[in-house]
């Protein structure tokens, strides 16, 4: 499919790729479980166990101190209730499914990139999201976190499309628009409520050259 009015060049578009969290759902309660746990167990490099935590594949909090080498902090079981009750708080944004169904409806292919611990996948599936999306990469899996130019390239390449002819779609300047951009892909910016970029899914067709509907 041909989309014109996009910075990817003459060829259009042919895939778009969301981010997850803040894109495509949301938390209606968030403690931050890892941020609590990172700085119980490295109080000097809170934010590199928060990092890491996005790049292993492991379950729960305690699976995750195993593979950091350390025990579970004290008051680790509260952590985990905090983590279980703030994942099924996940909800889907009001926008998410017309826009989703739209796009597929042109014939446009669909992926989503998340940093994401391993726990946060679970509303993907739950909420009936996985099965619109012909490619899925979250960092947890992958080994490799937004803005790493690689995981950019691994996605064009399982959507069978150049960089060139997919837009990425996220809320994070660096994870969603700066990354992808180093890739040659195109990017639109997601602020939800205003304050640069566009404001909702209902305004991503027109902001790559598709009029809704037509």
Known sequence: MRV?????GPGGVDAVVFDLYGTLIRLERDTRPYVRFARRVRPDDPGGVV???????????????ERLGV????GVEALEDDLRRDVRSARVFEDVEGVLADLRGRGVRLGLISNAATPY?????????????DAVLFSCDAGLRKPEPEIYRRMADALGVEPARVVMVGDGPRSDVEGPRGVGMGARLLR???GGGIAGLGELAASIGVTPGR
């Open 121 to 133: 996948k679970e509303p993907f599936e739950r909420l009936g999201l996985a099965g619109r999306f």
């Open 192 to 194: 939800r409520g205003g």
């Open 4 to 8: 014109e009015g996009t910075e990817t």
């Open 71 to 74: 025990d579970p902090p004290e």
């Open 51 to 65: 990092r890491r935590s996005l790049v292993v594949d492991a379950h729960d909090l305690r699976r995750f101190a």
